[in-house]
């Protein structure tokens, strides 16, 4: 009977000790950069119970990959704002947000206001902010001085030293270029198929003015840092990024207004680690946190004070890309109703083939 007891009071301290090895998996569906080691590791140092998982997407594949799970496979997602209303109405891949369990008192509270709005149905919040930036334009003010609207793009002026990336916001930078408001459109489908058959041949007719399309932050760093191109569309973080190696390289907002995005905190509908989650978003949001993150992203945290809380680099960037009237004119991406995306992509088809 002594030695049963031991074996049993030994197999409970095995027990525990494996209960303690198997920590709780986080498992984040997240961008590029917005999960650097450093900061996993605080946060594993704060929590030795949860272990984070981290696995890099974009819009389109969070929502593919939610969809084929129905929601299952990941605690955690951060899609944009404007990507959350409609795919929840139609696949119900995420669960709506305990806001009692978030900081939200250190958010911005337009920012937060307008994901809440964004991402609210029948009374429940889907979705809360966490990173936002802009696309717009970026040139090498000395051999660009003048470029201000996205259609400056394909002034002859600068033929074969601009390039852009072929996806929908490149069309809707031209839409509004041509004095359009795109978003205005999104609930008439008629009215934008015509608006982007216009853009579409307007970007066609502008592809011998592009030295190349760019696919991602190096590809677009490597033509403006070699010159090979003098101005092309970007994301705000890569030409933040460039100007701290080449102060002559600025971000430009257009004319017509940068167009906005907003980064989210969302939780899928069958993530099994919601505490974890929670315990992510209001990590994050730490002032010293939030310095690295942008470090590592290039964009804007949505808490208050964020670009005081930018790297120097960064904040000098910013200033020198914004004043008032700019962040003033911001047009933020509107939600994207049904049938809209497929117009877009046969738009992007075409412009591709014409290029080939």
Known sequence: MKKFGLLSTAAAVLTVAAGAAQAETLRLLTWGSYAPEEVVRLFEEKYP?????????????????????????????????????????????????????????????????????????????????????????????TKAPDLNSWDDLCDPQYAGQTSMRLRRTILLGMAFAAGK???????????YQKLMDEVTETLIACKANLKAYWNGGDDLSNLMLSGEAVASETWDSTAYKLYAENP??????????????????????????????????????????????????????????????????????????????DLNNLKFFANIPAGIEEIEGKALDRIKAASE
């Open 49 to 141: 119970d949860i272990d984070v998982e981290v696995t890099y997407s974009n819009n389109e594949e969070m929502i593919a990959k939610l969809r084929a799970t129905r929601g299952a496979g990941f605690d955690l997602a951060q899609p944009s704002h404007d990507r959350i209303f409609a795919v929840q109405e139609e696949y119900g891949i995420y669960k709506p947000l305990d806001l009692s369990k978030i900081d939200t008192a250190s958010m911005q509270e337009s920012l937060l206001e307008g994901v809440k709005a964004n991402t609210t149905i029948d009374g429940e919040v889907y979705a809360v902010p966490h990173q936002w930036g802009t696309s717009g334009l970026m040139a090498d003010i």
């Open 181 to 191: 408001d795109p978003f205005a459109a999104y609930n008439d489908l008629d009215e």
């Open 248 to 325: 002559n390289i600025v971000f430009i907002p257009p004319e017509t207004g940068a167009l906005a995005w907003i980064d989210t905190f969302a939780i899928p509908a069958k993530g099994e680690a919601d505490d974890a989650a929670y315990k992510w978003i209001n990590f994050v949001l730490q002032p010293e946190i939030v310095t690295m993150m942008s470090a590592s992203t290039g964009a804007i945290a949505s808490v208050k004070g964020a670009i005081d809380l930018l790297p120097e680099d960064k904040k000098a960037a910013v200033q020198a890309a914004f004043d008032e009237d």
